[in-house]
């Protein structure tokens, strides 16, 4: 059932045991329904309590339209939302979610895929290991984690890798090799032509987009489940909304965001860190502050699109498509 609002509602059908602190989540659709389609890489906002919106990556087969299939880290030290996936959510709820999109696609023309995946930063990377597989490309998989113990759909993926001549698979445990994963040498070890993925710590992540710096740019994937820089709060100027003629200030310690939603405009947004796309608005006069996670160079330059929860201005008039 889709909603006024656009999003959708689903039934959390089963909560599975996946690694030590690691859920997964098993939505399907409402009676005599279909999922929305998605590719791999896609993820998709859920809706909880008390308004928190928390973006989590689909991890199970794109071919699959009868349910989306998500898996939680539970992180005492994060913004409450994977706390209440794993303590406060019960089988059979019924959940309002945003249709999947997809900010880390997966190019399915590259000669070889090499996935480095570090923590639940596997997630997304399950999900393109299950489309390759289906499509018969060559792939390699770094996963790296704490420990065995705190590795998610571990056994599915070996599975998948034994069933694959052209699939290679490196298994990274800090507990069992005494040391951090060597991000450089993976990438280092990637064939010409390949293209690279990496998803996990931000450590993991500046290790990986350092060591891929001299590889073709649209070669290079990475995403973020975290802010990536401070969100721009400095304030002082003027958002222009161009459809409906307002002018809306952007007073110091709030986001552009903040301001339209104190301004009682129905702004879009969901993860507040950057990270969704939920926010996504077009710029149409100004210069954008981008601190966004999601945005490569080019996007950034182009100066036509900001996420709005993050981002500020450079110029003392910014206006947007709203």
């Known amino acids: 059932m889709t909603t006024d609002s656009g999003t959708l509602q689903v039934r959390l059908k089963a909560i599975t045991f996946e690694a030590e602190g690691i859920n997964g989540y098993v939505l399907e659709p409402l009676a005599g329904e279909q999922l929305p389609p998605f590719t791999a890489g896609s993820h998709i906002d859920v809706h909880l309590a008390g308004g928190l919106v928390r973006s989590y990556s689909l991890v199970n087969d794109p071919a699959q339209r009868n349910r989306y299939v998500l898996g939680v880290a539970r992180d005492p030290a994060s913004r409450g939302g994977s706390v209440y996936m794993h303590d406060s959510l019960r089988v059979g709820s019924v959940l309002k979610i945003s249709a999947p999109r997809n900010n880390f696609p997966l190019n399915e023309s590259a000669p070889h895929s090499v996935l480095i995946g570090g923590g639940i930063g596997i997630t997304p990377m399950y999900c393109m290991l299950q489309r390759l597989q289906s499509i018969g490309n060559a792939w390699t998989l770094y996963y790296c984690a704490r420990s065995r113990a705190n590795a998610a759909f571990l056994s599915e993926i070996e599975a998948l890798a034994q069933a ?58 990475v995403e973020y489940f975290s802010a990536r820089e401070e969100a721009a709060t400095d304030g002082g100027f003027t958002v222009k909304l161009a459809r409906s003629g307002k002018s809306i200030p952007v007073p110091p310690g709030k986001t552009i965001l903040d301001a339209l939603l104190d301004a009682g405009v129905d702004a879009q947004y969901g993860c507040m860190q950057g990270v969704c796309g939920g926010c996504e608005t077009r710029v149409l006069a100004g210069i954008p502050d981008h601190r966004d996670g999601i945005l490569d160079e080019a996007a950034r330059n182009s100066n036509t699109t900001i996420m709005t929860c993050c981002s500020g201005s450079k110029t003392p008039e910014l206006t947007l498509d709203l």
């Open 164 to 221: 694959n001549p052209n699939a290679k698979l490196h298994v990274h445990f800090d507990d069992e090799a005494g040391t951090h994963p060597d991000i450089a040498a993976m990438v280092a070890a990637a064939p010409a032509g390949a293209h690279l993925y990496c998803c996990g710590p931000t450590p993991m992540l500046d290790a990986f987009t350092k060591a891929a710096g001299t590889r073709p740019a649209d070669t290079v994937h």
